[in-house]
């Protein structure tokens, strides 16, 4: 009984030698921390490309546009009611970009959804608004260039929104 328990102590020993010999060893490496920033870096990059992954209608006809408008926000809200903001927030800026009432739908969001879901929308809608305006270019092959590329604030976002609005 002592013998099996003794073995299983300097197993259990060696292993956890073995363990802090080969962390060090893998700490001490000289391309360590590049390897390990190169990792997050390439992480970060995947979940901001996941993030905009933002739905479009099928068709072009105004009754599959109303269809999918619909379709986005029941499943904007299903998810926000299970307090995934991440995937309502997706299906909320699909039904902003594709309604063509923008800055009233924004409104409406604006009163019902959560705060912390709502900063979320408007910080999503610029990124997502500049990744369907260039789909829809490359796809007309209109192709005028590489876009310049600022930042842009969530105020600017909806006022860029509500300019739309007044033009239309």
Wanted: hydrophobic share 35%.
């Amino acid at each position: 009984m002592y013998k099996a328990l003794a073995a299983g102590g300097v197993a259990a020993a060696t292993f956890i030698s073995y363990c802090i010999y080969f962390d060090y060893q893998r700490r001490s490496a000289p391309d360590y921390k590049q390897k390990l920033r190169e990792k997050r870096r390439a992480k970060r990059l995947a979940s901001q490309n996941e993030d905009l992954d933002i739905p479009t209608p099928a068709g072009l006809d105004q009754m599959s546009v109303q269809k999918f408008f619909f379709e986005q926000i029941q499943t904007g809200e299903e998810k926000l009611g299970l307090g995934d903001y991440k995937g309502s927030v997706k299906h909320f800026i699909a039904a902003v970009l594709h309604s063509g009432q923008g800055y009233q739908l924004l409104q409406v969001l604006q009163s019902t959804m959560p705060p912390e879901a709502y900063k979320l929308l408007m910080e999503q809608l610029p990124k997502a608004q500049a990744k369907i305006t260039k789909a829809r270019l490359a796809k007309m092959g209109g192709s005028m260039g590489p876009a310049p590329t600022k930042t842009t604030t969530p105020s600017q976002a909806t006022d860029r929104v509500i300019a739309e609005e007044a033009i239309d």
